[in-house]
């Protein structure tokens, strides 16, 4: 089974910045990567996408304050969070896909707290 590996989370104050990673394995074929996040409900939220032409998208929660990005030579997607707020709490899910196939991170927890 292939597990993508996150890190980079935390605790971290309002208004505080962080940046998540995460590793994508070389053994699989991927067309898009993202995070998400997920919600009290349990359901896993959208918070950035980026596919290999690196088109972007971004919840409107996420917008003008998290970048995602990535890195071609080491694998590498990252999400860059700034000016962090408590409703940014959660765990945070790598993901990425091509086609019919996902593949998935453990989660990583970032809290926004004073």
């Known amino acids: 089974q292939v597990r993508l590996a996150e890190s980079g989370g935390g605790l971290v104050q309002p208004g505080g910045s962080l940046k998540l990673s995460c590793e994508i394995p070389?053994?699989?074929?991927?067309?898009?990567m993202g995070w998400y996040r997920q919600s009290p409900r349990l359901q896993r939220d959208m918070v950035a996408t980026?596919?290999?032409?690196?088109?972007?998208t971004y919840a409107d929660s996420a917008k003008g304050r998290f970048t995602i990005s990535r890195d071609k030579s080491n694998n590498m997607v990252h999400l860059q969070m700034t000016n962090l707020q408590p409703a940014d709490t959660g765990v945070y899910y790598c993901?990425?896909?091509?086609?019919?196939?996902?593949?998935w991170g453990q989660g990583i927890q970032v809290t926004v707290s004073s």
């Open positions: 980026i596919n290999v032409v690196d088109g972007t």
């Open positions: 993901s990425a896909w091509f086609r019919e196939n996902s593949y």
């Open positions: 070389t053994n699989i074929q991927v067309y898009g």
